[in-house]
C-alpha cells in the first residue's frame, strides 16, 4: 500500500484554505442522519464530540474514567501555544510553523504543521469565549510566557493548570451537548474492538467496567482520541489508566502505526525514590523560565552531596555547573526537551547526580527569588512548588528542586493523513493518539495546541467530506462482524480469567517499564535493542502462561482492566523495539548512540531516514511490515538543529 | 512502618458491605497512600484475594477521580488529594480507618469505588457558556479585569473529587455547585445566561438527592483546592438575583 498523505497542492499558507473549499459538505438537514463514536475524552475527544454534535451530527462519546473531565489532558500543566503575537515580539504563524518542525528535528510534515500553526488563533478565541480564565495582565488583557524551545511568548496559560482549565472548557461544551440530547456519553466504558464492514471503520465493541457487559455500538465514522502510550514504560508521568489499548486494537485490525520509537522523555520531573513507586510527577517545565539547572562542578562534590556531608545552598558558585547556560549559551535553560534531558543524563553519568540515587540535578530558583522577590515566583508557580513539597517534604523556596528526565509524551501514534484518517477509512486518530504534527519531538505547550485544533477545527471538516461522500443510509450493529469481534473479545477475555498463574499484572508491566526505559529509553544501541526484542519476547510468553488475574468478568474488575491494557503494552514494546532499531540516526527523542555528532548531539541521516516509519500488524507473533512515507520539506531548510 | 488497615468491602451496590482489617508492614514513609494501597493490593492478589478496588486516575492530585474517606476525613489527615497524601503523615503501628464517600446521591459502586456521575448531571444543566465552535470574537476583545480574572480562576479549579459533599453532615453540593456558578458569573462571557445557569444547576443539584447547606464551612475546611465559601455566598446572591427578577433577563 502506498502511503497516501493527502496534502493538498500548492503554496503552504494556502493549502488548508484550499482544501476546506475543497471538501464535500454534509447538508444541514442531513447531519442528523449520521452517527458519530468519540473514543476519549480528552482536549481531542471532548472538543471533537462537542464539536461535531453542534454541526447536529449524533455522537456516541466513550471513556473508561468515571467522568469525562477526568481525562489526562487535565494534568498539562504550562500552557498551549498560539500565533498570535499579542506581545509585538516577531511572532507569526509561519515562525510557529518553522519552530515546530525544527523542534520535531525534521521528521513531522509540513503540510500539518502548518496547519496546526494557522488554526491555533481559533483556539484560544474559542477557549476565552467558553469562560477559560486564561492568565491576564492589569490592563485586562491576555498575558503571555515564552516556554521551551522558543523565542517569543506565545504561550497562553492558567497559572500551572492550562490543561484542567483547556479540558474543563472542552467538557463544558460537550455537557452543553449532553444535555440538548445531541451526545450520549458512555463513562467507564473501555473500547476493547474497532468492527470494519467491506473495509471500513463501523463501529466498536466495549466492555462495561462496572457490569462487565461486552456491547457492540455502530456508526458512520469512528474517531480514536485516546491519547498517548507512555505507560509502556511502566513509570511515566501518565496518567495510571492512560494505555494503548485503543489504538492497538485498531493496529491490529489495519490502522498503521507511525513512528512508535519516538518518546519524549520530559527534562523536569520528581525524581525516583524508590521501589514501590507508582508514577512520575511532572514539574511544569515553565519552571525553566526562571530555575537554573545546575549540578556541582566536580564528582568529589557531588559525592559529598549525596552523602549528605554538605548540602547545595553550601555551594559556591564558582564549585557550580549551570551546564545547560554553559553548553548552549543563547537558549540556556529554555533548550527543547530532548536536549535538556540528553544533558541531565550525561551529568549523571559522569557521577554528578545530586540525590542518594545519583540521578537528579537541581533546579534552583535562588536567583529569580533574589531578582524578583518570594510573591511573584510564588505568583508564577505557586502551585507547582506546593505540589513538590508535598510529595518530597522539601521547600522549593528555600533548597533547590532536584529533578530529572522521565517518559511523558508519545510522538508516536497512529498513521494519519492531513485528513487525520487512518489507514482503515472512516478511522480517524486525533491528539496524541496520531502521529502526526510533532516529529521526532514535540515542543513544550504544542499537546494542548494539537489536541485542541484537531477536534475543534480540523475533524469538523474532515470527517465531514468522508460522510458526505458515503451517503447518510443507517448503520446498525447487526452485522456479523460485530457478533464476531464480540466473540473474540469474551474469547481474550475468558483466556486472561483461566490462566490463575503465579505473578500479578503489575509484575509484569514493571518488568517490560524496566527493559524499554534501559534499552529503549533516553539512549538506544543496536545490541541492547536487540537484547531488549528477545527478553520482550520471552515476557510475553510468560505472561501469557503465568499471569493472576482474580475475579470475574460480570463485575468491576480493575486487575481484569489492567491485564488486557499489559497485554497491548507486551506487543507495542516490541514493535518500539523494532522501529527504533530500524531508524539508524539519532532525531529528537530518539537518540542512537551510534549516531552522534562529536559533541554528543542527534545525528540525523536526511538521506536515508527522512521518512516516516508505518507499520503493518500482519498476524499474532509475525514480524511487522514496514511502509514508508517520504517527508518532503519545501518551505524550510534542513539543518543541524543547534540551539548554542 | 507497620499499619493496620481497616477497609470498607463492599462487592457491590446490593452487597451490605463491612470493614475488613488488613495488617501490613514494610511500607516507607516516602510513599504515597495510594501506593501504600497498591502493596496491600499485590499482597492480597498473590494471596489470591480480591484487592481492594478504589478510583485513582492522574496521582498529581488535578483529575478528581481519588476519593477516600481516611480515618474520617476525605482524603486523610492533609489538606490535599488522596494521591497527594504520603505516608509521613501517619505513625508506625497506627489503625487507618478507609471509608468510600458517603453520600446518598454517591450509590457505592465497589468496595471504595463511587459513583459520582450526579455532578456530571449538575454541569449539564448549565455549568457552560453557550457557544458553538467558531465564530467567536478575538480573545483580546473581552478585555477583563486581572483581579476579576483571578477570582474567577479560583473558582475553576475545582476538580470535581466530591470532598465537599463527603465532608458535609447533609452532603449537600453547595461548594461543588458554587464552583462553577461563581467562576462564570463573575466573567463577561457568562453574563448573558447567569440567571437561568444559577436556578437550574441548583434545582438539578436537588434533584440529585444532595442535602441543605449545613452553613458550618466543613467543605471548604477539607476541599484539597481550597475552594472558598465565598463561592456559596456569591450562588445564594445569583440564585435570589434571579428568583426575583422577572422573565429571568
Redesign the interface.
Known sequence: MILDSKIPAGPLAEKWTKHKFNMKLVNPANKRKYDVIVVGTGLAGA?AA??LA?LGYNVKAFCF????????S??AQGGINAA?N?QNDGDSVFRLFYDTIKGGDYRAREGNVYRLAEVSV?I????????V??????????ANRSFGGAQVSRTFY??G?T???LL?GA???L??Q??NGKVK?Y?RTEMMDVVKIDGHARGIVTRNL?TGAIEKHAAHAVLLCTGGYGNVFFLS?N???SNVTAAWRAHKRGAYFANPCYTQIHPTCIPV??D????L??MSESLRNDGRVWVPATVEMAEKLRKGQIKANDIPESERDYYLERKYPSFGNLVPRDVASRNAKYVCDEGRGVNETGEAVFLDFRDAIKRDGEDTIRARYGNLFD?YQ??T?ENPYQVPMMIYPAVHYTMGGLWVDYNLSTTIPGLYALGEANFSDHGANRLGASALMQGLADG??VI?YTVGDYLAQIGPSPVNADHPEFEKSIQEVKDRIQKLLSIKGSK?V?YFHKKLGKIMWNECGMARTAEGLKQAKADIKALREEFWKDV?V??ENE??N??LEKAHRVADFLELGELMIDDAFNREESCGGHFREEYQTPEGEALRDDENFAYVAAWKYLGEGQEEELHKEPLEFENVKLTQRSYK | MKLTLKVWRQKNNADKGGFVSYPIGGISKDMSFLEMMDVLNEQLTEKGEDPVHFDHDCREGICGMCSLHINGKPHGPQQTTTCQLHMRSFSDGETITIEPWRAKAFPVVKDLVVDRSAFDRIIQAGGYVSVNTGGVPDANEIPIPKKIADEAFDAATCIGCGACVAACKNASAMLFTSAKVSQLAMLPQGQVERKDRAEKMIAQMDAEGFGACTNTGACAAECPKGISLTNIARMNREYFTAAFTTENV
Open positions: 472538543s462537542a464539536s453542534e474514567q468515571d467522568s469525562p473531565r477526568r481525562a489526562h487535565i494534568a498570535k499579542y481559533n484560544i478565541d474559542q477557549c476565552v469565549a467558553q469562560g480564565p486564561f492568565a491576564r495582565e492589569y490592563g485586562g488583557l491576555l492558567a497559572r493548570q490543561g484542567q482549565q474543563l467538557y463544558s461544551a455537557s452543553r449532553v444535555a456519553l463513562p462496572i508521568t496518567a495510571m489508566g525514590s524508590g514501590h513507586q507508582s508514577k510527577t511532572l505540589m508535598q510529595i517534604g475543534y477545527f469538523p500479578t503489575d493472576k482474580l475475579g463485575e468491576l480493575q486487575s
